[in-house]
């Protein structure tokens, strides 16, 4: 069973839509969780950390439910730069696992 | 943020050939530096996890004789590629962190293109 699992996609939405993804994650006791954004054959970059609490930075809304171990993130008012695949990590006792990434279309 | 270098972006080999590729921490010292690999259209896959100054921790399934990793120094980790062939042709990424405190984040290098004729 792999650490991190993710809807591939892809989501193709349209410019102002807003969509959400969703990763679970295996390991109960894993202690940090992000999301991370990668663009064709770059690095990844931190979008941003997911807490307990929820966080907002902007259009995009980051979720984490331990009970049912997953995480969510929301992104409203999709615009055109958004088009990229957004990978679910997890922080396993500082082993850094990526899910397969879910790919976002956004179409004018 | 903090700054991690890798070198070189894309390489070319023949079957057969090492290939040596560097990741530095530009500006702290990465205790821990991680080697991915990612095939086209699949996620990234934890090779190898390096501290400073021990051997590294490989993934299950990584051939720690094929892909030989240093971390000699607190800022420069390497991961050699040997007698690489067509396989091996992938998008390798190093990242870098501090993880003294379990939440902390990582940093990327910008990825070597291997290239295995």
């Known amino acids: 069973r792999k650490e991190v699992e993710q809807d591939p996609g892809p989501f193709n939405v349209p410019e102002g839509a807003t969509v959400a993804f969703n990763c679970t994650y295996s390991n109960s006791a894993s202690q940090s969780f992000f999301w991370y954004r990668q663009d064709c054959r770059k690095e990844p970059k931190l979008l941003m950390s997911v807490y307990s609490s929820g966080n907002e930075d902007g259009r995009f809304t980051a979720q984490l439910n331990r009970a049912s171990q997953y995480i969510s993130l929301l992104i409203r008012d999709s615009k055109l730069s958004d088009s990229a695949t957004y990978l679910c990590v997890v922080n396993d006792f500082n082993k850094f696992y990526f899910g397969s990434g879910t790919k976002l279309n956004v179409k004018p | 943020g903090a700054v991690v270098s890798q070198h070189p972006s894309w390489v070319i080999c023949k079957s057969g050939t090492s290939v040596k590729i560097e990741c530095r921490s530009l500006?702290?010292?990465?205790?821990?530096m991680f080697w991915y690999r990612q095939f086209p259209k699949q996620s990234l896959m934890l090779m190898a996890t390096?501290?400073?100054?021990?051997?590294?921790?490989?993934e299950q399934g990584v051939e720690k004789d094929k892909f030989l990793i240093n971390h000699a120094s607190l800022t420069l980790s390497t991961l050699t590629v040997t007698s690489a062939h067509p396989e091996d042709s992938s998008f390798y990424i190093c990242s870098a962190g501090t993880v003294a405190r379990a939440n902390e984040k990582l940093f990327f290098g910008s990825g070597t293109q291997l290239s295995v004729l």
């Open positions: 390096s501290n400073e100054g021990s051997k590294a921790t490989y």
């Open positions: 500006d702290f010292q990465a205790t821990t």
